[in-house]
């Protein structure tokens, strides 16, 4: 587990995700713009910034399933390839947790947690139930396992969902915008979830409108505005000393509410 020091921006492991020089077109459009930086082993890493500025884009394009037009992103050692087999495998080392949930509605929430180790990693299926209830009891919902998700609530289904990702024993997890489709009320159970989380040292990417989170639990944040990282630092000097022109605009609109 590696040695945290939340808010201080302490680096706590070695390079985990680098990414390099990654462009990404749309068209004419030019959503990423020279991206670079590095993710440290156990680093919670907060991606914000205002809409349209690349933040989600930058979060699906570290496990490919948004496609760059040049730049490296490496994992673990390992450049991500760009299809095939190999994708599969390494995409199986990045957790994904999306803002629409994408639980499968035909499966009970025990089957969803299941399915990816027994599928991707060939864990034995009681091997496999009895590490998804543990997790479900980790995100609090391990009462629920025999429903379907649409008998849950949209915060219980996202903190499922957690436990998904988790389940494959991930070297990371993404999270794109995770409370974002949720009622206010159910916004402090998941991201209680992932606070604890980054307690127990797992390296997260987090694309969040959650400033509360951003300060409480990251060691650094990337602020993002048209394509590109416009500051990478803690959330201490982010938040009280912005320096570029265009993050104080951003920090006086939402924090003045």
């Given at each position: ?67 760059i037009d040049d ?77 379907s998700p649409a ?54 990417v987090v694309v ?50």
């Open positions: 587990m590696a040695d945290r020091a939340p808010g201080t921006g302490v680096a706590v492991g070695e390079p985990l995700v680098v990414v390099s020089n990654v462009n990404k077109h749309y068209g004419e459009l030019h959503v990423l713009k020279n991206i670079t930086t590095t993710i440290n082993r156990g680093e919670v890493v907060v991606v914000i910034g205002p809409s349209g500025s690349g933040k989600s884009t930058f979060c699906r394009a570290l496990n490919r399933l948004e496609t730049g490296t992103i490496v994992i673990d050692g390992k450049e991500l390839p760009k299809e095939g087999k190999g994708l599969a495998k390494l995409r199986a080392d990045v957790g994904m947790v999306f803002q629409s949930f994408n639980l499968f509605a035909h499966k009970s929430i025990l089957e969803n947690v299941t399915l990816g180790p027994m599928k991707v990693r060939k864990v034995p299926a009681a091997e496999a139930k009895k590490r998804a209830m543990e997790l479900l009891d980790r995100v609090g919902v391990g009462n629920q396992a025999s429903k008998q849950l609530s949209g915060g219980q289904q996202q903190r499922v969902a957690i436990a998904r990702a988790l389940a494959m024993d991930p070297k990371v997890m993404l999270l794109d915008e995770p409370t974002s489709a949720l009622d206010p009320e159910m916004i402090n159970e998941v991201l209680d979830v992932m606070i604890q989380l980054a307690k127990d040292g797992m390296t997260m969040t409108h959650e400033m509360g989170f951003a300060r409480k639990a990251a060691d650094r944040v990337l602020f993002m505005s048209d394509g590109e990282i416009l500051e990478d630092t803690t959330p201490a000097e982010f938040f009280d000393n912005p320096r570029s022109e265009r993050a104080k605009d951003f920090l006086s609109k939402i924090l003045s509410h």
